[in-house]
């Protein structure tokens, strides 16, 4: 195995779980996640010769994976729909099963979010962007992203209530 290869597999196994979290906040199923890390990857390999030396290849990993997934949006797909509700958390104790139901709701209401705006959510508040990273990432302009940003917020109030106040960091709104 070639010094080029080597770089690359220790890059596959250092990155590999950083980019399926934000894939699967992305697509909000699993085996699409791991899909899109994939092909994330294989581009990623391709561009290797050049990546590698300047430090960019998870930027360069990262911004194809979100490019890829706005093309998948884009194509025609079925609707999914979710039945039911999650339950009445009135008494409950903070344990792992209300932190299990509170990522369920988050999953939920990011599912209902537009693709524009669950990107942005994501960008901003899972990979810790800045809105010009974001903007740069989605190819949009830093308007564009903070007026997601508001719009995507507001939704995830109305559709998880919830989740206000759950321990998330950040700014009073």
Known sequence: ????????????????PALLRSAYLLTGDQQLAEDLVQSAFALTHRAWRNLHATGNAEAYARKTMYHLQ????????????FTGELPDRAGAEADHAD?????????????RLTPKQRAVVVLRFFDD???????????VSIGTIKSQTAKALERLRVLAPELNGAGVSGGAR
């Open 129 to 139: 962007l800045t809105e010009a990273q974001a903007a740069e990432a989605m190819g």
């Open 1 to 16: 195995m070639d010094v080029l290869a080597r770089e690359f597999d220790a890059f596959v196994r250092a990155r590999t």
């Open 70 to 81: 706005v093309s998948r949006w884009r194509r025609r797909r079925v609707a999914e729909s």
């Open 99 to 111: 932190l299990t139901a509170l990522r369920l709701s988050l999953r939920s209401a990011l599912s």
